[in-house]
């Protein structure tokens, strides 16, 4: 697991000494993926002069419902996750700590970091640095499903047929789109379920996950679903980078129309 060095970037800090429930976002900034065709990773590629990543902590900071932000950040470039946190007045990002080398190593490391901060009913909303447009109605509805479930994990249904394939070339079998569903992030847990979760997986051997609802389904746990959508696009290529670019500048004036 890669060294965690929990950083605070304000003195004050939230956690178990508060008296009410705290919703903290985990933002996972911490993968490298060398398909990614530009030269800086995914999260810190600039779209308009601003980085992606700084697009996904503003929808956080704006958030009525959110108390603090931790980022689980990629090693080298943590001085400029806490330079864009000043430049774009992201005060609720209070840590910084090391990323691992999938999303759930970054996860584990935010996890751990976070446990001696907060109380068992806390909320951590784990969340993709690369899915800058998640909305807050989304944010809210997986925060509402882990009031209910102790988790909330945003869901989509899919409308393309699905097929069994060994090699990405040939089909073998089709899968009903109805039994399955596309999983994104925000995903919402209780802080003492998702210890709990995260204590399991490392005694079971379950590593190398994508995202913390796989590892929920290794350990053969029910996954209870939020609200999803097509707008909370995930920026895995040079070509999400453009489609990204267009749904921001449709948003933009959407939002002008409407004031």
Request: hydrophobic share 40%.
């Amino acid at each position: 697991m890669a060294l965690m060095t929990l950083m605070a970037l304000q003195s004050g800090q939230p956690g178990k000494q508060k008296g009410y429930r705290m919703n903290i976002a985990l933002i996972l900034a911490g993968g490298t993926d060398p398909d990614f065709q530009m030269s800086v990773p995914k999260q810190f590629v600039n779209v308009f002069n601003r980085p992606v990543i700084t697009y996904t902590l503003e929808i956080f900071q704006n958030h009525k419902d959110i108390d603090a932000i931790m980022v689980a950040c990629l090693d080298g470039w943590q001085e400029m996750v806490r330079s864009y946190a000043k430049q774009f007045n992201i005060d609720k990002l209070k840590w910084v700590i090391s990323g691992g080398k999938d999303g759930q190593a970054s996860a584990g490391n935010g996890i751990m970091a976070l446990r001696k901060e907060c109380r068992d009913d806390d909320v951590i909303i784990v969340h993709d640095a690369i899915r800058p447009l998640v909305s807050k109605e989304v944010i809210a509805d997986s925060i509402r499903i882990c009031g209910q479930y102790g988790m909330g994990v945003a869901a989509m249904r899919t409308m393309d047929t699905i097929m069994h394939t060994k090699d990405g070339k040939v089909g073998t079998s089709s899968i009903s789109r109805y039994s399955v569903i596309r999983i994104q992030t925000p995903q919402a847990y209780r802080m003492d379920r998702l210890a709990d979760i995260h204590a399991r997986a490392m005694e079971a051997g379950i590593i190398g996950q994508v995202d913390m609802s796989s590892v929920v389904s290794k350990l053969g746990e029910p996954v209870y679903f939020s609200k999803g959508s097509e707008f909370n696009m995930k920026i895995n290529t040079v070509e999400d980078v453009e489609i990204f670019k267009a749904l921001y500048k449709m948003q933009q004036e959407n939002e002008k129309e409407e004031r």
